[in-house]
DNA sequence: ACCTGAACACCGTTCAAGT
DNA sequence: ACCTGAACACCGTTCAAGT
């Protein structure tokens, strides 16, 4: 549940030891994308518009693209952002669980961070260090040691597909809420109902994975 | 692989015997749902704007508001009509998997189906039809007969937290491919791969179902 | 190298007024 | 009951021109 406390109070972590709305010097994409990142928390993905992030930013909203192509490549810029949280210490040791943790944690500490990762990912970016961490600990798995890498390929996919599944669908019910629109399950605890579904979830895959 | 082959070639259904786009009489909340399920097909969730609707049905972009409150009603409208293709003659035998099957290919018979069904489930709008039918099965499964309801209710997220993730995933990477963006896996014939990856994930969810 | 200024082609939504 | 007309407050993106 301590996961849910945190969403939205998030303090940015500056790389450099210069201002994020920089209104003096000139940008980076580094730069541009440390702004984007706080402005998506602080009003999130429907809000976050090239001309908002621009005034941020002391600019005109022209000025972006000379950064970015486009808005889907300041996206993936951003789920690259989100995405450096997931700690890629124990995927070593093939604790699969602990890194679909730290990924769903990375998903839900920003507001928005998963629907965001998603679409990046999608198109192809933006998710590699995810799949890399999943892809590591999948392979060092006891019970995956003598499976071909095509089939930790799958692996991978699918748990990556369920854990941005979740997170999103966490995120939207939070969204929503905010909102007073009803949740159509009445339970007691939603909180740990996610929480608990989310483990059942993971180890529901782990268990059912052949041990051939 | 046939689902892949059969999306974007919709035939829509008419359930009236009234032309969709209705340039003489009135319209209401049914005949339009049944053209901006058309449209979208046609055009893609992106593209889908209220004043385009309104084009295709002759009228002004405000008159739409007098039949839905806002753009999010009509879509959940929209994804409930996605929904009514979902087969519930064989969840009272228990087969999961083949209503996972059926939820499956109905969020992906429409372009940017998942999409659009995933958003307003999150809402609390529009996916009971989906989520009533995989309780159903869940509820009769043999594995799961001792279980007490707030389980399946559980059970019941996990799967369609994975169908949605997996469907989405699946119709972002197709709309990423025809912009003609790389996909991160370099697989050889990545739709059967996507088919086998769905069943795996089915399967585990099934087969790691404590038996208690 | 980085940004301005101005324009193009759009959005969702509201609301008085018409029939 | 259902729709028009007109407006409000926005979008993403391009591109010549400036420094």
């Known amino acids: 549940m301590a996961f849910l406390n945190t969403v939205h109070l998030?303090?940015?972590?500056?790389?450099?030891?210069?201002?994020?709305?920089?209104h003096s010097g000139r940008h980076d994409r580094a730069s541009i994308t440390t702004t984007a990142l706080r402005l998506l928390d602080d009003v999130g993905l429907p809000d976050l518009s090239m001309r908002r992030l621009a005034t941020e930013l002391g600019v005109q909203p022209s000025a972006l693209y000379w950064h970015f192509?486009?808005?889907?490549?300041?996206?993936a810029a951003i789920a690259d952002r989100i995405l450096e949280r997931v700690n890629t210490s124990r995927t070593r040791d093939g604790d699969v669980v602990a890194v679909a943790?730290?990924?769903?944690?990375?998903?839900?500490?920003?507001?928005?961070g998963a629907e965001v990762v998603m679409s990046s990912y999608a198109l192809g970016l933006g998710a590699d260090r995810a799949h890399a961490a999943l892809t590591t600990a999948l392979t060092s798995t006891a019970t995956a040691t003598a499976t071909a890498t095509a089939q930790v390929s799958d692996r991978t996919a699918v748990l990556l597909q369920f854990?941005?599944?979740?997170?999103?669908?966490?995120?939207?019910?939070l969204h929503a809420e905010s909102y007073g629109a009803a949740a159509p399950s009445a339970d007691a605890?939603?909180?740990?109902?996610?929480?608990?579904?989310f483990d059942l979830g993971?180890?529901?895959f782990l268990m059912g994975l052949p041990t051939e």
Do not use: F, W
């Open 10 to 22: 998030n303090a940015v972590q500056y790389t450099q030891n210069m201002s994020p709305d920089n």
């Open 69 to 75: 192509a486009n808005k889907q490549a300041l996206l």
């Open 101 to 112: 943790h730290s990924i769903r944690d990375a998903l839900l500490a920003y507001r928005d």
């Open 163 to 173: 854990i941005l599944g979740h997170a999103l669908l966490v995120q939207q019910r």
């Open 189 to 197: 605890d939603p909180s740990a109902a996610i929480e608990s579904t």
């Open 202 to 204: 993971v180890r529901a």
